[in-house]
């Protein structure tokens, strides 16, 4: 019965173009690659309507197969990224502040952050990171993809080391991407080659901290964008609407930020009595994801998957278990 009913989810990314499947649900949209101006909703490149497809699309045009994780959540568009899917950090930083500044006025609860670029330098000081780090602070949950580098392209050969930022931000939840073999049996699941394993550059931390499915996802596809005009071999059409069919721990992220839209509102209606803090939020996902083995029955190393796969049924159940006015939490004290 969760659809993520009263949850906000800012997309930051190239957009969020008006389909059926939101309805009436992009209760707000501001185009910061135009200084951050109040707009009506779009999406010239179609990255950040597939996300956002993930994360809430309600299956309306599609019998409900396509339908996204929290198909009720609430989504404010923030667009940071152009027509083909590039954008300065600067631009990004402003959007994250700019969630920062409204996040009582449009009800943000979750951020997600389906972009990334190298680390050039520690968490403690990359100005990305520092934004993500202040939003959780603010009492915002900020899911982060892990990155696509997970495998070296000339070789074949899977490496580590390919986490980007913001995704090496500490407080963010971070995440790889599985593959689930287009199966609804868990046992076959795998993390996608893609997929980039930790540690993080400079810092050493321990990333991703879990993974979710992100192989071969399909969702909403924003008419007339870069990518479904330019790409046919991507579409999927239905009852005469176009879906695309994209790859990443983009895709990954996006159904992160629709489990953790249901965990908030589990919490929301089963404890009102004291408010899931991001890193609490964070703890469910971790603690109760799966673990995953490898073809071969080996387990898969920390580095590659985190704690494991995301189980939405065992985060929801302890998000309404779990009584915080019982306990005293405090977020940590964060050396910058």
């Not at 494991?308 to 985060?315: D, H, K």
Request: include cysteine.
């Amino acid at each position: 019965s969760l659809k993520g009913a009263g949850v906000g989810v800012a997309v930051i990314d190239s957009g969020i173009a008006a389909a059926p499947e939101f309805d009436t649900r992009i209760i707000a949209f501001y185009d910061f690659t135009q200084g951050g101006i109040a707009t009506s909703p779009y999406d010239d490149y179609g990255h950040g309507t597939h996300v956002a497809g993930l994360i809430g699309a309600n299956g309306s045009t599609s019998n409900g197969q396509f339908a996204g994780v929290a198909p009720a959540v609430r989504l404010i568009g923030l667009k940071a990224l152009d027509e083909k899917g590039g954008g300065y950090t600067s631009t990004v930083i402003a959007a994250i502040e700019f969630a920062i500044a409204n996040k009582q006025a449009l009800g943000i609860d979750i951020i997600n952050l389906s972009l990334g670029h190298p680390i050039f330098e520690s968490a403690t000081t990359d100005p990305l990171v520092r934004a993500v780090e202040n939003a959780v602070a603010a009492g915002i949950v900020v899911v982060c993809s892990a990155g696509n580098f997970g495998m070296n392209p000339d070789t074949g050969v899977v490496g580590y080391a390919g986490i980007t930022s913001p995704g090496n931000a500490r407080s963010a939840i971070t995440f790889g991407a599985s593959n689930t073999q287009n199966t609804v049996t868990r046992s076959d699941d795998t993390v996608a080659d893609f997929s980039s394993r930790g540690p993080t550059w400079y810092d050493g931390y321990a990333k991703p901290d879990l993974v979710a499915p992100g192989d071969r996802m399909v969702s909403v596809g924003a008419r007339l964008s870069w990518l479904t005009t330019g790409y046919p071999e991507l579409r999927v059409t239905m009852r005469n609407y176009r879906f695309l069919r994209l790859s990443g721990t983009s895709m990954a992220a996006a159904v992160g930020s629709g489990v953790a839209a249901l965990v908030i509102q589990s919490h929301r209606y089963y404890q009102p009595g004291a408010p899931l803090t991001p890193n609490a939020a964070k703890a469910i996902l971790q603690f109760t994801a799966i673990s995953m083995n490898k073809p071969d029955g080996t387990k898969y190393d920390a580095l590659t998957q985190g704690t494991g796969e995301v189980n939405a049924a065992g985060a929801i159940t302890l998000a309404a278990a779990l009584d915080l006015s019982l306990i005293h939490i405090s977020e940590p004290t964060r050396p910058y």
